[in-house]
């Protein structure tokens, strides 16, 4: 079986790279180290958990098996959301009111804690609020933008229905039927914003490594010990924050979720008489299909959007015929445009669709399972990490730990998920030729 770890170690080029600013260039862990908290991972999670817990007055080590942002931090589409997947009322009915609320509110806020510290840490990472659209491609999806809007708006939040004229001029398309404007989103360069919190981590005082990978956890006494190559670390506390990336450092861990490839596009800058037709306002765009699409356009002109591909196992060719005829659909004006590259990496994905918070040992935590939704959470998940290491209960977490629960059967769920995807793609493809039936006719 193909592990997600076993990708080119290398960082991919992506549409961010270019403006991500310089690697860090740390060094290679050697030698022994002793730590109040251990991190794994050098992502958002784990460099925002590095962050906070420092500033804590923690010593703090992190390893990160390749480079800071290699793993999805540094491949995502850069939208910050301010909020979970879940709507409202399913949040609570899935953890409580209490437990719940603190979820929903700390999403919402989500967004603005990544620009507090942006403007805090001066990460120059391109952060803007400019608000989120999520267009709708059935009427079935139309009702449920409108019980969200009806939901925010009774709470005097800055969110409105657009119908299809007004989802049209915003998009740029009269490919939907309808749209939500949620201006409270955001978005970023993904990449610079986790290479600017592992920088803000090392000036509050936390040591990062990159080049090592942990091969070895185990407890001794009252205390962790991490084995690398080249070095031990021993902690009181170790924060596993590897999500898709994750391996058998911690057995039974990675059988909590199955990871999915996802594939990003990127075109050549665009003629300004075409970018200027495309989402003008700034917003990144999102749709209601089952194999969603992200659509962003970037100050350069190049248009970035999702797309499918090989699933599993090594980095293969993306589905360029279905998706940029996907893409032509929404937006014919692009006409014959050319796509410069492609990058891909995992989403770590659950039954449930839902983040976890997971404390499987005496001062050992775990977070997976974004789901796709982790340039917010991963940064709120990591606070909650350091509040933890500073005498926070876990109880009081934003999400409650919950046990680890192995996917049924996980080694031969892989042609079950393909098969799912399939059926997704065919479901949408179905609802998409009754939207297009009934698109407007040019006059």
Not at 130 to 152: C, F, K, N, Q
Not at 163 to 182: Q, V
Not at 200 to 218: D, N, Q
Not at 299 to 307: A, E, M, V
Request: hydrophobic share 40%; with cysteine.
């Amino acid at each position: 079986m193909y592990l997600t770890m076993q990708d080119d170690g290398r960082l991919q080029r992506t549409v961010f790279s270019a403006t991500a600013g310089s690697e860090l260039g740390l060094s290679e862990l050697s030698g022994r180290h002793v730590a109040d908290i251990a991190i794994v991972g050098g992502g958002i999670g784990g460099c925002s958990a590095a962050l906070h817990a420092a500033e804590g007055s923690s010593r703090v080590v992190l390893l990160e098996a390749n480079r800071i942002g290699w793993g999805a931090s540094g491949r995502n589409g850069g939208h910050v959301a301010p909020a979970t997947k879940h709507d409202p009322d399913e949040v609570i009915a899935r953890y409580g009111h209490e437990a719940g609320q603190r979820l929903i509110d700390a999403a919402e806020q989500g967004p603005s804690l990544v620009g507090d510290l942006v403007a805090r840490h001066g990460i120059d990472c391109e952060y803007s609020v400019p608000g989120i659209i999520s267009a709708a491609h059935t009427p079935a999806a139309m009702e449920t933008l409108a019980r969200r809007v009806d939901y925010w708006q009774s709470f005097g939040r800055p969110v409105e229905l657009l119908d299809r004229r007004r989802a049209a001029e915003m998009i740029g398309s009269d490919y939907y039927l309808g749209a939500w404007l949620d201006r409270r989103g955001a978005k970023l360069n993904p990449m610079a914003y986790v290479r600017g919190l592992a920088r803000a981590a090392v000036k509050a005082g936390a040591s990062l490594y990159e080049g090592t990978r942990a091969t070895r956890l185990e407890r001794q006494g009252s205390r962790w010990k991490i084995t690398t190559p080249n070095g031990e670390v021993e902690a009181d506390m170790v924060f596993l924050c590897t999500n898709a990336y994750t391996d058998d450092l911690w057995p039974g861990l990675r059988q909590t979720f199955v990871p999915v490839r996802a594939f990003q596009f990127a075109s050549r800058p665009l003629r300004d008489n075409i970018r200027k037709t495309i989402l003008p306002g700034g917003q990144p765009m999102t749709d209601s299909r089952r194999l969603l699409s992200g659509v962003r356009l970037h100050s350069d002109g190049r248009l970035q959007f999702g797309g499918q591909g090989p699933a599993f196992g090594p980095q293969g060719e993306p589905a360029w015929r279905a998706t940029l005829a996907r893409l032509r659909s929404i937006f014919p004006q692009l006409g014959d445009f050319e796509t410069d590259f492609w990058w891909t990496g995992f989403m770590a994905m659950n039954g449930d669709n839902s983040w976890h918070i997971h404390e499987l040992g005496p001062g050992l935590l775990a977070m997976a399972g974004c789901n796709g939704r982790g340039v917010a959470l991963a940064t709120i998940y990591g606070r909650e990490f350091a509040r933890y290491a500073h005498g926070t209960p876990a109880r009081e977490f934003v999400l409650p730990p919950t046990p680890p629960r192995r996917i049924f059967a996980h080694g031969l769920v892989r042609p079950f998920v393909s098969a799912l995807i399939q059926y997704y793609a065919a479901r949408d493809a179905i609802e998409v030729r009754r939207l297009e039936r009934e698109r407007p006719k040019p006059i």
